[in-house]
């Protein structure tokens, strides 16, 4: 099958290996709709490329603290370890391995949840996108970490804080004049 590509220069698309004719229909049609909407639907393309141009296309939309973040985490830790997968073979069971493997090597928990929530992300804009039909890292492959308890001030505390504060307002109107 002729695309064209962003620079209009055709290209033919060729893929093989489907176990079936249905299965070879399927990304077909995957590819043609996701043609038709803007984006790459290559069968055979990889999550690692499939990461590596989501995160080109956030770079502009983020923070660039968040951007940052998801950077690191694509490149750093996404990309080694699920990248030569192909996207459409992405499933719930090699995110789970993923998840293992880093709390094996003593990653924590809220580094690894962090790493599964821009995955999920990027695999929530495929599936918004048509290019997969189901987000494989959903459910969370581990649960959200709880947030430390909040613990709030006695009545004498809150006085100690006020009486500093007032502290320091004098003293800078002292230095001040």
């Given at each position: 099958?002729?695309?064209?590509?962003?620079?209009?220069?055709?290209?033919?698309?060729?893929?093989?290996?489907?176990?079936?004719?249905?299965?070879?229909?399927?990304?077909?049609?995957?590819?043609?709709?996701?043609?038709?909407?803007?984006?790459?639907?290559?069968?055979?393309?990889?999550?690692?490329?499939?990461?590596?141009?989501?995160?080109?296309?956030?770079?502009?939309?983020?923070?660039?603290?968040?951007?940052?973040?998801?950077?690191?985490?694509?490149?750093?830790?996404?990309?080694?370890?699920?990248?030569?997968?192909?996207?459409?073979?992405?499933?719930?069971?090699?995110?789970?391995?993923?998840?293992?493997?880093?709390?094996?090597?003593?990653r924590g928990r809220v580094t690894v949840y962090r790493c599964l929530a821009t995955l999920s992300s990027a695999l929530g804009d495929a599936v918004r996108q048509h290019r997969l039909a189901r987000n494989p890292a959903r459910p969370a492959v581990i649960p959200r970490p709880a947030a430390r308890e909040r613990r709030v001030w006695t009545?004498?505390?809150?006085?100690?804080?006020?009486?500093?504060?007032?502290?320091?307002?004098?003293?800078?109107?002292?230095?001040?004049?």
């Amino acid at each position: 099958m002729d695309v064209v590509d962003p620079e209009r220069r055709r290209a033919t698309v060729r893929r093989g290996g489907f176990a079936g004719e249905e299965d070879a229909r399927a990304a077909l049609r995957r590819l043609l709709e996701g043609e038709m909407a803007g984006f790459r639907a290559d069968p055979a393309q990889t999550a690692g490329e499939y990461l590596t141009t989501w995160l080109a296309g956030k770079e502009l939309a983020l923070k660039p603290t968040t951007y940052a973040r998801y950077r690191d985490y694509v490149r750093g830790d996404l990309i080694p370890q699920l990248g030569r997968i192909r996207l459409d073979d992405l499933c719930h069971g090699h995110i789970a391995a993923f998840a293992r493997g880093e709390l094996a090597r003593g990653r924590g928990r809220v580094t690894v949840y962090r790493c599964l929530a821009t995955l999920s992300s990027a695999l929530g804009d495929a599936v918004r996108q048509h290019r997969l039909a189901r987000n494989p890292a959903r459910p969370a492959v581990i649960p959200r970490p709880a947030a430390r308890e909040r613990r709030v001030w006695t009545l004498a505390e809150a006085g100690r804080f006020l009486t500093y504060c007032q502290t320091v307002i004098r003293c800078s109107r002292i230095w001040r004049r």
